[in-house]
Every structure is written in C-alpha cells, then in structure tokens.
C-alpha cells in the first residue's frame, strides 16, 4: 500500500518532532524520562502485537509478546520482594489502571469494606472509586503530604463494623510522601481490625525505594496485597505504561476463562500493548539491577544540589527521605510554565529524573531567580517547611 504522505502532513509530522524535542529539553516538573536509544525495538513496530489476556496462559492470540511480559513481571517481583508463587502480575496501560485493578481487587475480597486515602492521594483515586463503586473516606494529610495516622484512628474508629481497605501513597504526585505502613498496620491492630486489604500506589517511588540505601518499608515484605508502578516515568518508555503485582489469592478471584480468546482474563483491559513490555524488557536488560542503582544514585545526588542551590538563594527547598521530588515555594509562573513545572496551591514542585543535569537546575534557578516580578523576600518569611530532609 502506498502510504506516502502528503507534503503538507510531512511538514506537520516534522514541527511536531521539533516542538516535542524542544519541550522535552526544558522539562523539569513531570516524572517522565528517556534513557536510552530505543532504535533496535522499531522493527516490532510494523506488526499488530496484542497481549490479551494472562501473559502466564497460552493464548489463541499468538502475535504477542507474554514471554517477555513474563520476564518483566519476574523481575518486579525480585525487587520488590513478592513470594515467588503467590504473586502475580501485568503489564498495564500505567499507574492509573493499576490502582483500579488493586481496588477492584480489594472490593471483591472485602465487598462492604471502606477503601481509606489521604488528601494528598492521586486524583485519580476519585474517578477509580466511583468505577469500582466501592464506599471511601478521605483521611486528613500531615502539612508535608504524608497520611495524618490519628485521623486515620479516628476515623476507623467509627467505622469498625466495615473491614478496611487502605489506599497506601508511597510517594504522593506533589510532594512525594511515603505514608508510613508500620504506622498504618498499627492503627489497624489497635483497633482489632484483622481483616483488611493494604495497596500500595507506588507510581515513580516503587522503582527508586528498591535501589535506595535505606528504603522505608513499602512492598510485599511490609504486608501489602498490592502494588502499582508506572513504567514510563521509571525506569521509562516512550508510551505510557505500568506494572500491578497483587497476591495470588485475590487475582485468582477475579480469573474467568473466556472461550474467544483461549485464555484467562484477569486484566482490566481487553486488548493490551505487546509493545510496552517489550519496551520495559529492553530497558531491564540494558540497565539491570546495578545500572538502575547508579542512575537512583545519580538523581539523588542532583536533588541534593538542586535543594543546595535554593539554599544559596535564600529559599528553603525540601524533599523527603529517597523522593526525587523537591517542593519549594510558588512564585514566577511563567519561569515554572516553561520548565513545565507542576505547582499546587503555593507550592511547585520539580523532579530530579535521570535527564535532569546539575545545568539543567543552574539554567533553571538563574532564570527563576531573574524573572521580571521578584518576590524572594515575601516567600522566605512566608513558607513553610515541614520537612527538613
Ligand atoms: C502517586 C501517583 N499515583 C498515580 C499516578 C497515575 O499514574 P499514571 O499517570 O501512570 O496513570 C500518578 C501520576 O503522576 C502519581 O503520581
């Protein structure tokens, strides 16, 4: 088939890559990344791969890429230290669609329960709840982002007759809080609540935490049922996509075996991408667990520079323990907007990604620091600092 484009449509194509690599080059507050030269993977382009169903199931379907889905979610697993036959996996569409399936999950094993968040959780926690239809309670967030634990108490205190479901942060989207499982399961003791349903939206932390020097506890060895990760913001691919992990005993509940496809559907989706596991494969491979722990290092060395070089401005810029994400006050707008720099209320917020250099943060405070409006001496009397990390 003649495919060629019209001259008009190749010139749109060429402003496109131009406008995105130029965007690309000054981003600094979404947790997304490009490590490597993904070329040797075009070929796989051409064909229509499609990972319906259970990647551990044959399937019907052959055009699909399962056995390398297979390795990726074995690979989750040994880091985040998942019992070798009672957990199991995908690969998802990303972190969104893993929380919905950890809560649709949690909604068939405890179907009265109460799903429990903080303030600070995703947005998307609301839509999911509404989908899933499950009943909730938002729970008050401490100043730095992390779960309020009396509230929580206070909270299930009332509400013991329902067996609790918690939505866990490890690393919120603004501030990058990682609520405190041991202080959880605790609340949920001292209440005599034996019964419950522990997820963890792991989203950027749950590929940082397993390559920090002392990791607060966050996966299957803290009690979680489980987990959601985002692939493309770490270790990162150029679609959007995520890995779910949950245990055996709950995935197998939902498992329904469908003639069509010759294979058990236990995913949300129907048809999945064959090409995002492939992309999260040839980013293991290359990397592993060693070059992953280095490029970790590398961030946290720049976000410590990055909060440094505030300080030498007089602002006070913090992060918590192993996030990337360093919160400092809201000010020049414009400045943020270019650098794309999400902000919330008086906050903004950047991540020291692997693309992010000691230069990109230089450029970025001068510019910052230069703007037209200086209100410098407004915020250092006005914010606060809940963090001294
Ligand atoms: C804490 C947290 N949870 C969930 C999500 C949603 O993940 P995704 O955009 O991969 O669907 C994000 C995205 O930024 C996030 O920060």
């Not at 379907?61 to 390795?71: A, K, P, S, W």
């Not at 280095?294 to 060395?301: G, R």
């Not at 990109?360 to 037209?372: K, M, V, Y």
Request: proline share 6%.
């Amino acid at each position: 088939m003649n495919n060629a484009l019209p001259p008009q449509d190749k010139l749109r194509l060429d402003a496109l890559l131009k406008r995105t690599k130029d965007e690309a080059a000054h981003m600094l507050g979404y947790p997304a990344t490009h490590l490597l030269d993904f070329s040797p993977l075009l070929p796989f382009m051409d064909s229509s791969f499609n990972n319906i169903g259970d990647p551990f199931a044959p399937s019907s379907y052959r055009i699909n890429t399962h056995d390398f889905e297979r390795d990726v979610i074995a690979w989750f697993k040994s880091i985040l230290h998942a019992p070798e036959d009672d957990v199991w996996g995908y690969v998802t569409s990303g972190g969104t669609e893993g929380n919905m399936y950890g809560m649709y999950l949690a909604r068939e094993f405890l179907p009265g329960g109460i799903v429990y968040y903080s303030e600070d959780t995703h947005y998307s926690i609301a839509k999911i709840l509404r989908l899933v239809g499950a009943r909730s309670i938002m729970v008050k967030s401490r100043p730095d982002g992390e779960m309020d634990y009396d509230d929580l108490a206070g909270t299930l205190s009332i509400h013991r007759d329902s067996p609790p479901i918690i939505f866990a942060n490890i690393g919120t989207t603004m501030r990058g809080a990682i609520d405190n499982l041991d202080a959880i399961k605790t609340v949920l003791k001292n209440h005599a609540l034996h019964r419950y349903y522990i997820h963890a939206d792991a989203a950027l932390s749950g590929i940082i935490l397993p390559f920090a020097e002392e990791a607060q506890p966050f996966d299957f060895a803290a009690g979680i049922d489980s987990i959601a990760i985002s692939g493309h913001k770490m270790p990162g691919s150029p679609m959007p996509c995520g890995v779910v992990l949950a245990r055996r005993s709950h995935t197998e509940r939902i498992a329904r075996a469908v003639e069509y496809i010759g294979t058990n559907d236990m995913t949300i989706a129907g048809s999945r991408s064959g090409i995002a596991p492939l992309y999260l494969w040839y980013v293991i491979q290359t990397l592993g667990v060693e070059g992953l722990r280095a490029i970790v290092a590398q961030c946290q060395t720049v976000a410590d520079y990055t909060i440094e070089s505030f300080s030498r401005q007089g602002i006070k810029a913090w992060r918590h323990k192993n996030s990337l994400t360093i919160v400092f006050p809201r000010q020049n707008d414009a400045v943020l907007k270019k650098w794309q720099i999400a902000t919330q209320g008086t906050d903004a917020h950047l991540i020291c990604m692997p693309h992010v250099t000691k230069t990109h943060i230089d450029h970025f405070l001068q510019e910052w620091r230069d703007a037209p409006h200086d209100c410098h001496s407004e915020v250092k009397t006005s914010q606060s600092s809940p963090c001294k990390y």
